[in-house]
């Protein structure tokens, strides 16, 4: 009989019952490709959705787009962003889309509402529809366009596999993941551009060398930093108030690196030393099974598999407590009923006698 992929990863009591449960899987990497931990099957293979984003600014910033641009580590933030759409976020595209000499209405990625409440609430007194620039993936685009504009290519169609653009993207990011191009399989994205789906194994190798790029050639290990210390340094760009990822990388003081993507996936780097001095860097990714449409379980699991890492302090894990590890459910009248918890335990190399 074959074994699922996935195990339970989080449940949801009412009273002394289990009600309902998430199922996922997890692995972490360190940059050689060893495997240090996992849960469930490491080698499901899945898509990373938005937790590429990274990944797919890696060849613009490796061919000099951010010199030649004079972009701002803000900007470089913003290309690898899920952004919340808020005002401050739409002034940054705009203010980067004028650097690169591209347009709004050259993007491709569609309109959807902001994600941030408050943002939402203001379009909709004034009257304000959704344009390109509030979609999440605005600045991923922008940055797309702007490599087009670096390397003389038309900007027709750069979301098409076949566009040169999508094919230096899809070359770096199989060298990061250690993998041929032939063996990433491509689907298109909720924003229009291609999408990769790989064993969360080898998306943690490419988070894991992303934090630690020591091997790799020069420019590209260049890049890697400096996508790094954007994202490290800028994480309201990168997602927005009140955000897993913005939190998790402001409470990471300078070692973590989070990007979280559509149906309960998530990448997280830790950079050498997170968990202590000499600890190598790691790449950790989950995928809950579900897609995880609520957001309830994925930051609860990534808290969870960071306290059994020993990656954040108590103090660290006390400011981050509003996403978990254990949360009480309400109902509507505020009645504490049960809790959200997690019901797993990494697996560990040491622990498998390997």
Not at 297 to 316: I, K, M, N, T, Y
Request: hydrophobic share 40%; charged share 20%; proline share 8%.
């Amino acid at each position: 009989m074959l074994t699922p992929p996935y195990f339970p990863l989080v449940e949801l009591t009412r009273g002394e019952i289990v009600e309902s449960i998430h199922y996922g899987a997890l692995a972490i990497v360190e940059r050689h490709g060893k495997l240090v931990a996992w849960y469930g099957d490491s080698e499901a293979i899945t898509y990373l959705r938005s937790t590429a984003k990274p990944f797919q600014a890696l060849p613009f910033i490796e061919s000099g787009g951010a010199q030649a641009y004079q972009l701002e580590p803000a900007e470089i933030a913003l290309i690898c962003a899920s952004h919340s759409g808020t005002d401050a976020h739409v002034t940054a595209v705009q203010n980067l889309q004028a650097k690169v000499g591209v347009a709004e209405t050259d993007l491709l990625c569609g309109t959807h509402p902001p994600s941030d409440g408050p943002t939402l609430e203001a379009m909709r007194q004034r009257g304000e529809e959704p344009a390109p620039n509030r979609h999440n993936c605005s600045g991923k685009h922008t940055g797309m366009l702007a490599s087009t504009r670096l390397h003389g290519w038309s900007k027709t169609g750069y979301i098409e596999f076949s566009h040169p653009l999508q094919e230096g993207i899809l070359e770096t990011f199989a060298d990061m993941c250690n993998l041929p191009p032939s063996r990433i399989n491509l689907g298109i994205d909720g924003c229009s551009a291609p999408n990769f789906a790989i064993p969360l194994h080898n998306a943690a190798l490419a988070f894991a060398r992303l934090c630690d790029p020591q091997g790799l050639p020069e420019r590209r290990a260049v890049a890697c930093r400096e996508i790094c210390s954007a994202m490290m340094t800028n994480p309201f760009m990168v997602a927005g108030p009140g955000r897993f990822d913005t939190r998790l990388m402001e409470v990471g003081a300078g070692k973590i690196v989070a990007k979280g993507g559509a149906e309960g996936y998530q990448g997280i780097g830790l950079l050498p030393g997170a968990l202590g001095p000499g600890s190598p860097a790691l790449g950790i990714t989950l995928k809950v099974s579900d897609g995880d449409l609520t957001g309830r379980a994925r930051p609860l699991a990534c808290l969870e598999v960071l306290r059994q890492l020993g990656a954040l302090s108590p103090q660290q894990m006390e400011a981050l407590a509003e996403f978990g590890p254990h949360l009480p459910r309400h109902n509507w009248r505020k009645i504490e009923i049960g809790q959200i918890r997690p019901s797993f335990q990494l697996q560990r190399a040491q622990d498998a006698g390997t």
